[in-house]
């Protein structure tokens, strides 16, 4: 863990993994999680956490310290693989239309694949790319391919892709070069809502087949 100074009043903690920085962030929003005095907000990055802090009441220092103490006892209880009993449980249909290029990229059955896919536990670490969509990590090893050479147009809505370490959910209608093994039958994007993600950064998330 790498934290430095990030204008006047916030800090970039930096991590090795999208994993680890899952985790230090579900430690410190979870409801009876870590106590940061001074703490003002935390913003979720794909390996970073961006912490903003009152300066009245903390410092750069003492913030740092702090954390460095909050990590350690986040690896030390294996935070990653915490709060799983309360995970939101969504439906796919796995018929993606990379399903097969997935296998053969894996070494693995599309069976297999699918195995894999469901039997792993996920956290939402960011929305971003377009509104709405779901960056998920905690994903099987096995199952980290590349991109699409070619990207889709029209990727459907609720399409389940994966592309690196990640899993990523399309919230609507729209282009995209991940490797698309299914879709999410739930309403995950609310366009008249607020806000319109149904989801938020943190939350836990396991698979079914639908």
Known sequence: MNVR???RTAVLVELDSVDDAAALHAR???PGGATVHGLVETMPGLRTVLIRFDPA???????GQRLAEVWSATVANNAQADSTADAVCLRVDYTGPDLDD???HTGLTPAEVVAAHLARHYRIVLIGLAPGFY???GGDPRLRVPRRSSPRVDVPKGAVGLAGELTGIYPRTGPGGWQLIGR???EL???TRLPAALLTPGTTIRFTAA
Do not use: K, N, Q, S
């Open 28 to 30: 410190l929003t979870a």
């Open 184 to 186: 999410v039958i739930e």
């Open 57 to 63: 009441l903390t410092d750069r220092t003492r913030l």
């Open 189 to 191: 994007w609310h366009p």
């Open 135 to 137: 960056f998920l990590a």
């Open 5 to 7: 100074a990030y204008g």
């Open 102 to 104: 997935v296998a053969r």
